[in-house]
């Protein structure tokens, strides 16, 4: 059974304070691994595509990298803003189809 | 270009009742996929519609069918509420190719009483 395992469920980051959070994962056949922000009550907001181990992608303060076991995000210089749950899926094959499974997040805040 | 549209947007319902959500999904998009957000977790998978057909499902009981329209637009009925059925219901579309990301609605909110 596919699996997803996201570090650590809560982090908390001075405003400044750079760090990283960690998706592992366990599936057969990896067709892509995705991250994305989720505010308070709102859908999960697409962040990034990773497809193959050493891929990297950045946007703002963010970026993202893949491994054949786990993936990275990257926050550089977090602002409050930057508060939000990260949430780490990966698409599989299952059966003919693409099973997408996510992980239970990773809860950020940023102090000012 | 709109995004993925979901309805309502919060929702109260009775023990035993039966509930409709509905999902419009982003232009251009064939593929809708539904999933329940409990509080604290990661979205659950219950089901993909491609080709007005279900075509994948999750570990969810037949209390939880769907159907999808010509338009591409999707509903997900829940039968028999649970008070385990309180939770966000998120649609997410994307196309049917396999290197594809899912663009996410703003959920629904059903809370079960």
């Known amino acids: 059974e596919d699996q997803v395992t996201q570090s650590p469920e809560a982090l908390r980051l001075q405003e400044g304070e750079s760090s990283s959070l960690n998706c592992s994962y366990t599936v057969s056949g990896l067709r892509g691994l995705f991250w994305y922000r989720q505010d308070p009550g709102k859908g999960p907001e697409f962040l990034f595509t990773?497809?193959?181990a050493g891929e990297e992608k950045e946007k703002e303060r963010l970026k993202a990298t893949l491994t054949k076991k786990e993936s990275f995000l990257h926050i550089t210089a977090p602002k409050p803003e930057d508060s939000a749950t990260y949430l780490c899926?990966?698409?599989?094959?299952?059966?003919?189809?693409?099973?997408?499974?996510f992980g239970i997040g990773t809860k950020l805040q940023v102090i000012p | 270009d709109a995004g993925v549209t979901q309805s309502p947007t919060h929702l109260i319902k009775t023990r035993g009742q039966q509930v409709t959500l509905r999902c419009s999904p982003k232009?251009?998009?064939?593929?809708v996929s539904w999933y329940q957000q409990a509080l604290g977790q990661g979205p659950q998978f219950i089901f993909q519609y491609y080709e007005e057909e279900e075509r994948q499902r999750g570990n969810f009981p037949d209390r939880f069918s769907g159907h999808q329209y010509p338009n591409y637009s999707s509903e997900l009925n829940v039968n028999a509420l649970l008070l385990g059925d309180s939770a966000l219901y998120l649609c997410?579309?994307?196309?049917?190719?396999?290197?594809?990301?899912?663009?996410f609605g703003q959920g629904t909110r059903l809370t079960v009483v």
């Open positions: 899926a990966v698409q599989a094959d299952s059966g003919g189809y693409q099973k997408v499974t």
């Open positions: 232009s251009g998009h064939d593929t």
């Open positions: 997410a579309s994307s196309l049917a190719s396999i290197r594809t990301e899912a663009f």
């Open positions: 990773l497809y193959s």
